[in-house]
């Protein structure tokens, strides 16, 4: 019961914080669409699970959260085309069966997209106060491409 309750307020905590999520996510796309702007595709972006060391947020789950919502941002970009990295074994296990014949897909279905990005990033607590700090990574040299932060209050 004490495990729900603190998901359900970390649930609700993130819930007021999505927007300012949203916020970093729309800061670091314009950053990046700065920097490249003849870019006339989509590129591929993976969203990795943010670290933290905060005993209170790994209870509540909320890395796991904020990579959710930063998935539906990217999701929802025009500039970024999120691939699947956490399930990768469930994706591996669809292309196999369709390899062996078990279910119908075009050849060239079954190769696996590469980030060419990665999301990438830290929680802290401080103060009674969720720190989001994103860092998107170019996959090839490791240079950081863009960079945003954001601070919002968290439910006792």
């Known amino acids: 019961m004490k495990r729900l309750v603190l998901t359900l307020l970390a649930c609700s905590a993130l819930s007021a914080q999505e927007l ?66 956490e399930n990768l074994e469930r994706v591996l296990s669809e292309i196999e069966l369709r390899q062996k014949g078990l279910a119908q897909a075009k050849a060239a279905d079954d190769v696996l997209k590469g980030a060419e990005y990665l999301l990438v990033g830290n929680l802290t607590e401080e103060a009674n106060t969720l720190v989001v700090s994103a860092r998107l990574v170019h996959a090839n040299s490791g240079t950081v491409v863009a960079t945003a932060q954001s601070r919002e209050p968290l439910d006792a």
């Open 20 to 85: 300012e999520l949203a916020d970093v996510a729309r800061q670091i796309s314009a950053e990046f669409r700065k920097k490249n702007p003849a870019l006339d595709f989509r590129t591929t972006l993976a969203v990795a699970k943010f670290k933290t060391s905060s005993e209170r947020l790994q209870k509540n789950a909320t890395a796991d959260l904020v990579k959710a919502s930063f998935e539906k941002e990217f999701v929802r970009s025009v500039y970024f085309e999120v691939v699947e990295r």
